[in-house]
T-cell receptor, first 114, second 115 residues
Framework: DTAVSQTPKYLVTQMGNDKSIKCEQN?????MYWYKQDSKKFLKIMFS???????INETVPNRFSPKSPDKAHLNLHINSLELGDSAVYFC?????????????FGPGTRLTVL | AQKVTQAQTEISVVEKEDVTLDCVYE???????LFWYKQPPSGELVFLIR??????QNEISGRYSWNFQKSTSSFNFTITASQVVDSAVYFC????????????FGTGTRLTIIP
């Protein structure tokens, strides 16, 4: 029944490792997003995909690579993890990217890099 | 460039008091949308309201009300008769119509309701 789901919920890993976070939505939306929330609770968009096409790519290090196999899934792969990558990562989805549609957020994935 | 300012970092009120959370935004666009989201201690982000720039009518939903004033670029949120369950971080956000649905968030206001 979960509208936007993310796995895993918690991820603890060593510096230098590669990890992935998965996101799935069952709302029938065609646009999905990744946001990063830092330790001060500041939320910032990273990427957005519409129908599997990248439409927003903020100034994110290229160690971060989103992948959208279909419009219901948007995964985030991170290479060579650094301490500064520790944050909560939120996936979100909405209807087509016009019209100020509200975005529905997943529960978040807390990534801790040691 | 667009910006959202939530000047109140933390607010504490005693239960049943009314509280207003301030939000001031900056944008050069004439068409835009404003949002409020709630992030309770459990961590998820909950959508509360969306307003478009053409609709300055205030909105009330139960104990929640929103005051949108284009003249002062503000979109304030009032909780009436606050309850402990209202304790959360509240985010105001801005989206420009031609901005590919990018949400620009404020820094959030942490609201604590004291029983």
């Amino acid at each position: 029944d979960t509208a936007v789901s993310q796995t895993p919920k918690y991820l603890v890993t060593q510096m230098g490792n590669d990890k992935s976070i998965k996101c799935e939505q069952n709302l029938g939306h065609d646009t999905m997003y990744w946001y990063k929330q830092d330790s001060k609770k500041f939320l910032k968009i990273m990427f957005s995909y519409n129908n599997k096409e990248l439409i927003i790519n903020e100034t994110v290090p290229n160690r971060f690579s989103p992948k959208s196999p279909d419009k219901a899934h948007l995964n985030l792969h991170i290479n060579s993890l650094e301490l500064g990558d520790s944050a909560v990562y939120f996936c979100a989805s909405s209807h087509s990217p016009r019209g100020g549609n509200e975005q529905f957020f997943g529960p978040g994935t807390r990534l801790t890099v040691l | 460039a667009q910006k959202v300012t939530q000047a109140q970092t933390e607010i504490s009120v005693v239960e049943k008091e009314d509280v207003t959370l301030d939000c001031v935004y900056e944008t050069r666009d004439t068409t835009y949308y404003l949002f409020w989201y709630k992030q309770p201690p459990s961590g998820e982000l909950v959508f509360l309201i969306r307003r478009n720039s053409f609709d300055e009518q205030n909105e009330i939903s139960g104990r929640y009300s929103w005051n949108f004033q284009k003249s002062t670029s503000s979109f304030n949120f009032t909780i009436t008769a606050s309850q402990v369950v209202d304790s959360a971080v509240y985010f105001c956000a801005l989206m420009n119509y031609f901005g590919n649905e990018k949400l620009t968030f404020g820094t959030g206001t942490r609201l604590t309701i004291i029983p």
